[in-house]
């Protein structure tokens, strides 16, 4: 059983700081890792996504994995109000062998305090 | 624009009823998806398809059937064998193998 976690918070961080979203998997054989952005009533919106070890940045995005502790994070610089939503973390197996989708954590709700 | 439409935005469906979801990509996208999702829940995989006329079930297909006659389409019915269908559901689509699901607007099923 594929499983991915999440702490669900809400996790509170003030205006202009970093805010740091963690996940973990279970699968080792996974290969590529996505953060969406869900507000509330709407559907998710992809962010960034990340295949290698180490940091990737995009803007004020920054994806780190690390495969050998199987943990994917997404840090927020300058947080701003609008980055208040749910973030999903999403991890995909290779094929083969039961449901060929992404596997969704169940969301960690983040707070941005003006 | 390219994208994934949805329909309709809000569903009721009477006890005993089977109803049908819609959801139309122009992405020329292969791969089709359909999550549920629950209060507080992350995305549970109902059904995929890679290709034209073929589908597989995912974790939570008991309940659900659909079909892939066309490439641009993939409705989802949620038949009255689903004792608990009240949920938001959402269709998505990728390029085969993909590197990310593009999501439509979601429809949010309500029991009554």
């Known amino acids: 059983q594929k499983e991915v976690e999440q702490n669900s918070g809400p996790l509170s961080v003030p205006e202009g700081a970093i805010a740091s979203l963690n996940c973990t998997y279970s699968?080792?054989?996974?290969?590529?890792f996505f953060w969406y952005r869900q507000y509330s009533g709407k559907s998710p919106e992809l962010i960034m996504f990340?295949?290698?070890?180490g940091d990737k940045e995009d803007g004020r995005f920054t994806a780190q994995l690390n495969k050998a502790s199987q943990y994917v994070s997404l840090l927020i610089r300058d947080s701003q109000p609008s980055d208040s939503a749910t973030y999903l973390c999403?991890?995909?197996?290779?094929?083969?062998?039961?449901?060929?989708?992404?596997?969704f954590g169940k969301g960690t709700h983040l707070i941005i305090q003006p | 624009d390219g994208g994934i439409t949805q329909s309709p935005k809000y569903l009721f469906r009477k006890e005993g009823q089977n109803v049908t979801l819609s959801c139309e990509q122009n992405l020329n996208h292969d791969a089709m998806y359909w999550y549920r999702q629950d209060p507080g829940q992350g995305l549970r995989l109902i059904y995929y398809?890679?290709?034209?006329?073929?589908?597989q079930k995912g974790d939570i297909a008991e309940g659900y059937s659909v079909s892939r006659e066309k490439k641009e389409s993939f409705p989802l019915t949620v038949t009255s064998a689903q004792k608990n269908p009240t949920a938001f559901y959402l269709c998505a689509s990728s390029d085969f193998p993909g590197i990310g699901y593009t999501f439509g607007s979601g429809t949010r099923l309500t029991v009554v």
């Open positions: 999403a991890v995909k197996s290779p094929s083969g062998g039961g449901a060929d989708g992404l596997t």
């Open positions: 990340i295949y290698s070890n």
């Open positions: 699968d080792r054989g996974s290969q590529s």
């Open positions: 398809s890679q290709i034209v006329n073929d589908f």
